[in-house]
């Protein structure tokens, strides 16, 4: 019996259809578009993934579809090894960083299983894509002075200084992500048990739990920041649910976030400090104070172990640079004794 030919990637052109040399951004054909949009529905509807995730996905793996169709590819046979090696070698791939590379690798590979698994490919035309190594880089992280410093930069009253000091304590105070930040609405904030409820990657629900510094400041914010911040989306705007508000009444967005961190972060002296800095320095400082790796995986909401490990290297490599700084036989050599002098047996 003959093998069953492999589905087409496209079909006929219709009279009026683009050339194949037509502009990269046009609509895939009909049996990939209708693929991909099926690909895209699974993941809102079942993995429940972010808009963002969603629309990276979309344009990157319709980008290397396109490619694909261009380069001759007719059936999902027709995506071998070698066609995939051409298309990372392209100069629009090839430009790009590693880590970029690596991302449209597993995208890809993903969708392949997904095919397979829900649309009867008899084989995963990607799954013999290898991501590039990559080089890993620890975490930049804040000294605890330094973050001290930084949560105390905004100014002690007024509705944004209330609003910033509120922001910073829950970044730091319980490792925020800066879009579980933005999230938040004031139904899931439990100030007297110190803790809220997060939804994180893959709404992932966890609670975040805080000290009394970040209750202090919540306390204070919710009281005289936020209804002074409420009152100046006016009386026609439905009034907002979230928790931390911008000037005009209204949810305060992630650049907004990003903006006055490094705001604050320049105002100490660092020009690198972010949302996510400050989601590292409360990973790094849990574990330079003795906490379990288990419990930090939970504060910060890592489905896998593996990805908070990278805090053990941060913690180790502190208490290295501890070592070199002040043991006396880790540092310099030191002179060689007077002549004549022996050291004690």
Known sequence: MAPTPAPPLIEAPAP????????????????????????LRYLKGIRNASPYTIRNYGTEIGEALRWLVDS???SWADIDRPRLRAMLAAPHIAALAPASVARRISELRAFGRYLVREHGLPSDPFRGM???????HLPRVLSVEEVLALLDAPPPDGPRGLRDRAVLETLYGGGLRIAELVRLDVGAVDV??????????????????????WALAMTRYLAAGRPWLARQAGHAA????????NRRGAR???????????AYGRAIGREDVTPHVLRHSFATHLMDG?????CVQELLGHKNLQTTQIYTHVSQTQVRDALLTAHPR????????????HPPR
């Open 72 to 74: 001759g590819a007719r």
């Open 16 to 39: 009026g259809a683009p050339p194949a040399d037509a502009p990269t951004a046009r609509p895939l054909p009909r049996p990939l578009g209708a693929a991909l949009d099926a690909y």
């Open 192 to 213: 007297a048990g110190r803790q809220m409820r997060v939804f994180g990657k893959g709404s992932r629900e966890r609670m975040a739990l805080f000290g009394a510094p």
């Open 330 to 341: 880790a540092g310099r050599a030191r002179p060689p004794a007077p002549a004549g002098t």
């Open 130 to 136: 290898r991501a590039p190594k990559l080089a890993q």
């Open 290 to 294: 003795g906490a379990d790796l288990r």
């Open 252 to 262: 305060l967005g992630p650049r907004s976030v990003q903006r006055l961190v490094a």
């Open 238 to 245: 439905r009034p907002s649910d979230a928790v931390f508000l």
